[in-house]
């Protein structure tokens, strides 16, 4: 909801846009702006400003492809002690969930932080203790600095952490949808500042603000990148300046670069993104679950898995789509029985459609 104190503008800024007569359609990629948009309303009001704003691949437990949960539910069913967060154990794999396997007996179990599996694995030191490590680069800095402080031996990860800038080049490059501008994660570039997004702007053209999670701030954001628009300029502009500065956080990307390698992976609903994951350097493997147990994943590893029959997360996370535009959404696919992630997750866009819309 909006503070009394930025009524006033926000009513400034709509008629600002109103009298514009605009036809653009900018991207953002957090889970918790799509969050703000829906729940305040603000999808609706921008597009009778002439705005869409489609969501992009900014929700982890979404990007997360089907083979990753695969291996951790095939570490699950021999016997590892598996520790997620609690969207991620409801996410389905090719048949059955996390949370499936827990209903059948196998040790899952829920944890809030890395630091909750490492206590895990401290009162269970007879069994193999291994955390499902997600996110972009808010949740990487708190993977890293565990790293760095000499876990127990029965403890491990497996890394499906991203990086988002590389995911932005390659919605670009596969000219699959005309985008104006990009509404950039607060969380993110809390943590990586406005350098690592420059490219973008400076390579394809495009507009960028960095925004905040309040109303106000989206709508801030939105102006923002009209105004660059207007101008014709292509720049990094930073409306969350009140938490991002511009070299980011050098503490946490430290401990970032010490832990991590960059590689190219798939994401779900992408191809392989060039330069888009964080794994585990080599003085860190004895923690890396993938190399521990690289001959139990040998089959996994070998095997593809598709998409879930009639499911269109893919494309919900390119913003081909909305979430109403999925022919299972409410239906054959609801937060109580999901069929992909984008309804598990409280950042996916389906589910945030159907929390505040359908229901």
Known sequence: MFHLKDKDLAKKIVNDIKKKNLNLRFMHVCGTHQDTLVKNGLDVLFKECGIDIRQGPGCPVCVTTAKEIEKMLSLARKNKIITSFGDMINVPGEKESLRDLKGEGHDIRTVYSIEDAIEVAKENKNRDVVFMAIGFETTAPTTASVMLKNPPPNFSILSCHRLIPPALKAILEMGELKIDGFIEPGHVSTIIGLKPYEFISEEYKIPQVIAGFEPIDLLMGVWMLIKQTEKGEAIVENEYTRVVKKEGN??????????????????????????????????????????????????????????????????????????????????????????????????????????????
């Open 250 to 359: 050098p503490k946490a990307l430290a401990a970032i670069n010490e832990v991590f390698k960059i590689e190219s992976m798939a994401w779900r609903g992408f191809p392989v993104i060039s330069n888009s994951a964080m794994k585990l350097k080599k003085k860190f493997e004895n923690y890396d679950a993938e190399k521990i147990f690289e001959d139990e994943l040998q089959e996994i590893n070998e095997k593809e898995f598709p998409e879930p029959e009639g499911c269109r997360c893919g494309e919900v996370l390119r913003g081909l789509i909305t979430s109403e535009e999925c022919p299972l959404f409410g239906k054959a696919c609801i937060p109580s029985h999901p069929v992909g992630p984008c309804m598990v997750s409280a950042e996916g866009s389906c589910n945030i459609e159907f929390c505040y819309k359908k229901r």
